[in-house]
């Protein structure tokens, strides 16, 4: 073999060889990056299912009966005798419950469009049902404070039933917006929980 075929070939292998290293690395890095993102989508549903127990939890703790006078908040108007005191309180019980846990809502928000860039519009509906509902609480107790005292007639007795079961009056076994608030920690769960569950058994078996 001639020197000049020797050299040819020694640059082709050299050559292949920079082309195996290249796609290795490049294989590599893909490896990597999938593996990056792969973590940060697990960190996000466990952080996102967390924050959604929180939040069913808390609503349905501010939907509970005020155990004693002094859970809700108070009525300042003159003239309010102690039973009206009492009930108005009892009525504003899920406000100023809310309120007081009101930084797992917003943070459970503010985490909704990291979700949504990971896993898609549809898999962050969950979302808005759950601020529909903290919406609704509020509002409904808002508005049985603002008409207390009125005669409700026809439909506005209608909406005035709307709003007592909203903050968790006389529903019982019939509860619609608890059955709303399980439907949507469902549908989060079904996103979340098989990226937890993976990473887990991975865990396990010892391979991160």
């Known amino acids: 073999m001639s020197p000049d075929w020797i050299s040819a070939l020694a640059n082709l292998m050299t050559g292949l060889a ?13 490896a990597w990056r999938t593996e990056m993102v792969g973590r940060r989508k ?7 299912l967390a924050g959604f127990y929180r939040a069913r939890d808390i609503l349905t703790w501010a939907r ?10 108070e009525d300042d108007r003159p003239g309010a005798g102690p039973d009206e005191e009492l009930e108005l309180g009892e009525i504003f019980t899920p406000v100023d419950r809310l309120t007081k846990e009101s930084q797992v809502f917003s943070e459970l928000q503010a985490s909704r ?7 898609g519009e549809e898999a962050a509906r969950p979302f808005e049902e759950i601020r529909a509902i903290h919406s609704e609480v509020i509002d409904s107790a808002h508005n049985l404070i603002r008409t207390y005292g009125q005669e409700p007639t026809g439909s506005e007795k209608a909406r005035r039933n ?41 865990r396990r078996n010892g391979l991160v």
Not at 18 to 30: E, S, T
């Open 64 to 73: 509970f009966p005020a155990s004693d006078d002094n859970d809700g908040g």
């Open 42 to 48: 697990t960190e996000l549903a466990e952080e996102v």
């Open 18 to 30: 920079a082309v195996v290293a290249g796609w290795a690395g490049v294989r590599g890095l893909n």
């Open 162 to 202: 709307q709003w007592e079961a909203a903050i968790g009056w006389g529903e019982g076994d019939g509860d619609t917006l608890r059955r709303r608030l399980d439907l949507a920690v469902k549908a989060i769960e079904q996103t979340c929980r098989p990226l937890i569950e993976e990473r887990h058994k991975t």
């Open 113 to 119: 469009y990291r979700f949504m860039a990971y896993f």
